[in-house]
């Protein structure tokens, strides 16, 4: 179902049961029905069904009081007993177009589409040239999938009554649903046209653009909904699936944040979250919005590989094996879980599992080449190169633009001193994937040793020239000029290869001080957790993320001032961290 017709769907059986025959009625001047509507205008509901009740036992042919409770028993879902009123509304006044109206809508509800229909045609034959009938009818048969006998009652219905933009938005959404877009865009267009602050016809001209492919238009659409129903979640949604569609990736999660906020029961948008976060690299993040999909929805399996999958990012193998576990206990014949299984046991170099797994895995669907590769890695690990070398072999004769393969097979051929067999591999790399540093210069090191030291140097200027913080390349290249008796080039790469060392070395610091800030901050250790932030930047001044962490402790602490400075630093290196919203 594509995402205009999931939400139409899901629009078309929300309209109001209070829609137009309140508005009609006269009230009588009975003090129980007045205390019912009053409760009802105020969104009190178990005080509006006491009085309506009141009322109608107090006379049971008071037909105003009959509707008014059935409407109230059917927005408080009591469907069953909504049905037995309006069927005595039908009784009392079988000339009253709305009451067969609003018992077909009690029917939709129940599920009782049949009857739902039948209802409508009786309401449709008292009241021909009112457009409500219509317009229910359409929406009675949209609910049984005949979407286009369902267009046509409400173009209908939009023709009895073309200056009501909802109708206009109705048959907008069920031509969506049959992917005519173009007209689905007009009717909203007109809804809008005739009503500017109409925030469902924006919404869903929104969704169907973005449907359609036009994510600019589409976002703008979706904008305006979420400024005039800042409290429709599916307009938040909407709009975060239109940002990350266009890389906004900071504005699509602070979307989908507020979308989870006002409707948290939505897996499905804490899901999308959880992937979001993984793609930023908030691995905090997508750990907490994947518990909280598990939480409504424990059945899942793609949630528990979801979870699996950031558990590793996170390097917590241990746990992230029980939720692969589980997502094959739930789907056992899934490829994609028994391989990640296998990489999960990879991670903890439980490498007898792994190839058990990846081998289950290559059970299922012996063609993914991925998996080959990883059986691969994981018997070279155990030492059993020609096991691997064939594993490798096998991955690329499914995929033989797999780069990586061709590298690992490459470096295991050298390793096992067959250096022509490694260039060939090597060289098929950098043909597959021209702008694989590490290709070059594991092919420069190759022929380094095979005393092909132009040919070597050659390539370890394309490493550095891809990749200047590659070390060894710069002290391989060293070697190599030396051979070569370039004295002044050899020192000054030879210079370049310690200088980056030493950098590596204190961005493994500032790493380490800033992820043992993190779980400090975790555990709510304000004070430890800043100290650590701090010793990451001594070590490496640049280090954006310690800026950011910093900032995010330091405002727990209520440090506003040095937190805004440490937000912004953090902005400066790695536009990709911008502060959270403040909502």
């Known amino acids: 179902m594509n995402p205009i017709t999931r939400l139409v769907a899901t629009s078309l059986c929300c309209v109001s049961v209070c829609a137009f025959l309140t508005a009609q009625a006269k009230r009588p001047t009975n003090s129980d029905y007045q205390r019912g509507v009053a409760a009802l205008e105020r969104g009190d509901l178990t005080s509006a069904r006491s009085s309506f009740d009141k009322a109608v ?170 400024q005039l129903n800042s409290r429709d979640a599916s307009a938040w949604f909407y709009r975060g699936s239109a940002e990350e569609s266009l890389g906004q990736r900071q504005e699509a999660l602070h979307s989908f944040q507020q979308a989870g906020e006002i409707s948290p029961a939505m897996p499905t948008l804490h899901r999308r979250i959880g992937i979001l976060c993984q793609r930023i690299g908030d691995i905090d993040c997508a750990e907490t919005a994947f518990n909280k999909a598990l939480e409504q929805t424990p059945g899942d399996p793609e949630i528990h590989n979801d979870l699996g999958l950031t558990l590793l990012q996170r390097g917590d193998g241990d746990t992230a094996i029980k939720e692969f576990q589980r997502a094959i206990q739930l789907r056992p014949n899934d490829p994609s879980f028994q391989g990640n299984l296998g990489t999960a046991y990879l ?158 070395t204190s961005l493994q610091a500032a790493t380490f001080a800033t992820n043992s800030g993190k779980r400090l901050l975790a555990h709510g250790d304000l004070d430890g957790a800043i100290s650590q932030f701090r010793a990451a930047i001594n070590s490496v001044p640049s280090y954006a993320m310690a800026h950011y962490q910093l900032a995010s402790a330091l405002a727990q602490k209520g440090d506003k001032e040095e937190s805004g400075k440490e937000f912004q630093k953090a902005s400066e290196l790695d536009s990709r961290l911008v502060p959270p919203h403040q909502d």
């Open 57 to 226: 036992h107090a006379n049971p042919k008071n037909f105003d009081a009959q509707m008014m409770l059935a409407q109230v028993l059917l927005r408080r879902r009591e469907v069953d007993e909504a049905i037995l009123h309006f069927r005595q509304l039908v009784e009392l006044r079988p000339d009253v177009a709305a009451a067969h109206i609003y018992l077909g809508q009690a029917y939709e509800m129940k599920g009782d589409l049949g009857s739902a229909v039948a209802e409508t045609h009786r309401a449709l034959e008292l009241a021909p040239n009112d457009p409500e009938p219509h317009r229910e009818l359409g929406r009675a048969l949209s609910l049984q999938k005949e979407t286009a006998e369902a267009a046509g009652e409400l173009k209908t219905a939009v023709s009895l009554a073309p200056k009501r933009p909802e109708l206009h938005d109705e048959l907008g959404s069920l031509l969506a649903q049959q992917s005519d877009f173009t007209g689905a865009g007009a009717e909203f267009r007109e809804a809008i046209g005739l009503d500017p602050k109409y925030e469902p016809a924006h919404l869903h001209l929104g969704v169907t653009l973005l449907a359609s492919g036009d994510t600019a238009a589409a976002l703008k659409e979706l904008d305006e909904a979420a």
């Open 347 to 504: 991670q903890k170099a439980d490498f007898d599992s792994a190839i058990t797994q990846f081998r289950s895995a290559l059970a299922l669907a012996p063609e993914t080449a991925d998996v080959h590769y990883d059986l691969a890695l994981a018997l070279k690990l155990k030492d059993d190169l020609p096991a691997a070398i064939a594993e490798w072999k096998e991955a690329l004769r499914i995929d033989p633009n797999l780069a990586d393969a061709h590298y690992s097979l490459g470096v295991t051929l050298w390793q096992s001193g067959d250096f022509a067999g490694a260039a060939e591999e090597l060289q098929a790399v950098i043909r597959t994937q021209p702008d694989y540093a590490e290709a070059y210069y594991t092919l420069g090191t190759v022929y380094k040793q095979m005393k092909k030291y132009q040919e070597s140097a050659d390539l370890l200027r394309k490493a550095i020239e891809l990749e200047p913080d590659l070390a060894g390349a710069h002290t391989t290249l060293a070697s190599v000029l030396r051979q070569l008796g370039d004295s002044a080039g050899a020192e000054s790469e030879a210079k370049a290869g310690v200088k980056l060392s030493q950098e590596k």
